[in-house]
């Protein structure tokens, strides 16, 4: 009976590990879709927008930070229960939250780039409709 809870742990947080692997996808499609549309931003509203858009995403980035980092809390202070994998996904789980960190760092960078820029031209407009 010990062994089929075991393997039914083993086999139920490999599934976590496996859906958690695969959120980075939707993610990586969302930045991709923003870049497109940063490339061809011109206007003040376009880079307002764009901005937002990296805000949104940022946010969800680091949402899947925390859980990252409770995930990793839980394989660390549960290890006896994943038995000769616990290093394995530990050591997963420890890439995956330096992987969401590196984006979402990069994603307020972005965000804050076209958040200066949507300023700068939203003042020249107005400059221009002043004079």
Known sequence: MKKKAGKFVVILSMLGLLASCAQMAPFEARNADTRRVAENARTYSDHDTVARQYEV??????????????????????????????????????????????????????????????????????AKRVN
């Open 57 to 126: 995403t940022a946010k969800a980035l680091l949402a899947e930070v925390e859980k990252q980092k409770k995930l990793l809390e839980h394989y660390e202070d549960k290890s006896y229960l994943y038995g000769k994998r616990a290093q394995d996904i530990r050591s997963h789980t420890l890439a995956l939250l330096r992987k969401y960190e590196k984006a979402a760092e990069e994603t307020v960078k972005q965000a804050a780039f076209h958040q200066k820029i949507s300023s700068e031209l939203a003042g020249n407009d107005h």
